[in-house]
């Protein structure tokens, strides 16, 4: 477990992971429809701790869930929707918060979907 300076601060080096935050951006097409896809908001460092794994049925075919909780610096404009990445590993964020309401740090509580 990591531990917490006197001020209430991560260690340096806690931060360790660069993530990438991505916001769903929908698109007419030609058909009256939408295209969605995501689009790179900004590069974070984060660090990322795993809290739970489960296997769930989607139609006939097994998913591996892993939940996680992602620390980031305090960033505006971080909601549930959004997602983080790490090259192929996508983490679809459920829940945001600032735990001592100070502004310095963000906790995402995320969900990863292996299929």
Same mark, same amino acid.
């Given at each position: 477990?990591?531990?917490? #300076?006197?001020?209430?601060?991560?260690?340096?080096?806690?931060?360790?992971?660069?993530?990438?935050?991505?916001?769903?951006?929908? #698109?007419?097409?030609?058909?009256?429809?939408?295209?969605?896809?995501?689009? #790179?908001?900004?590069?974070?460092?984060?660090?990322?701790? +795993?809290?739970?794994?489960?296997?769930? +049925?989607?139609?006939?075919?097994?998913?591996?869930?892993?939940?996680?909780?992602? #620390?980031?610096? +305090?960033?505006?404009?971080?909601?549930?929707?959004?997602?983080?990445?790490?090259?192929?590993?996508?983490?679809?964020?459920?829940?945001?918060?600032?735990?001592?309401?100070?502004?310095?740090?963000?906790?995402?509580?995320?969900?990863?979907?292996?299929?």
């Amino acid at each position: 477990m990591l531990r917490e #300076t006197s001020k209430g601060r991560r260690p340096v080096g806690a931060l360790r992971r660069r993530l990438l935050l991505e916001a769903l951006v929908e #698109t007419p097409d030609s058909a009256g429809g939408q295209l969605r896809s995501f689009e #790179t908001i900004a590069a974070v460092w984060a660090q990322v701790e +795993w809290l739970s794994g489960d296997e769930r +049925w989607r139609g006939e075919r097994p998913e591996q869930v892993a939940s996680h909780r992602i #620390t980031l610096r +305090w960033r505006g404009g971080v909601d549930a929707g959004q997602r983080l990445r790490d090259g192929d590993q996508i983490f679809d964020i459920r829940a945001v918060g600032d735990p001592d309401g100070g502004r310095r740090r963000l906790i995402c509580l995320v969900e990863e979907v292996s299929r």
